[in-house]
Nanobody, 120 residues
Framework: HVQLVESGGGSAQAGGSLRLSCAASGYTYRRGCMAWFRQAPGKERERVAAIYVRGPTYYDDSAKGRFTISRDNAKNTVYLHMNSLKPEDTAMYYC???????????????WGQGTQVTVS
């Protein structure tokens, strides 16, 4: 049974930083990818960043230069470091894992429960 548990969300001032964590259990990160998606009220869930087992990372245009995705294989944990936060970053952030690719939300195999990020 795969379980993804996010933590680290909360409130921040514009220009501030937050770090999200996603601890995976029942899932060994040996193939595919893990990613962070977000969903604001009334909007579609969108990918923010993804990291593949073989190393490549991908960022949505809005995250480039401000967010960094990283992983700690020993802890089976993926992080999203968010800097220079903007009010438009306000959303529910979801951790995702997939055995193939992390591009579209409707293709994702596993989801966390989400953690709220609010930037004012």
């Amino acid at each position: 049974h795969v379980q993804l548990v996010e933590s680290g969300g909360g409130s921040a001032q514009a220009g501030g930083s937050l770090r999200l964590s996603c601890a995976a259990s029942g899932y060994t990160y040996r193939r595919g990818c893990m990613a962070w998606f977000r969903q604001a009220p009334g909007k579609e869930r969108e990918r923010v960043a993804a990291i593949y087992v073989r190393g490549p990372t991908y960022y949505d245009d809005s995250a480039k230069g401000r967010f960094t995705i990283s992983r700690d294989n020993a802890k089976n944990t993926v992080y999203l470091h968010m800097n220079s936060l903007k009010p438009e970053d306000t959303a529910m952030y979801y951790c995702a894992a997939d055995l193939d690719r992390c591009v579209d939300y409707d293709e994702i195999d596993y989801w966390g429960q989400g953690t709220q990020v609010t930037v004012s």
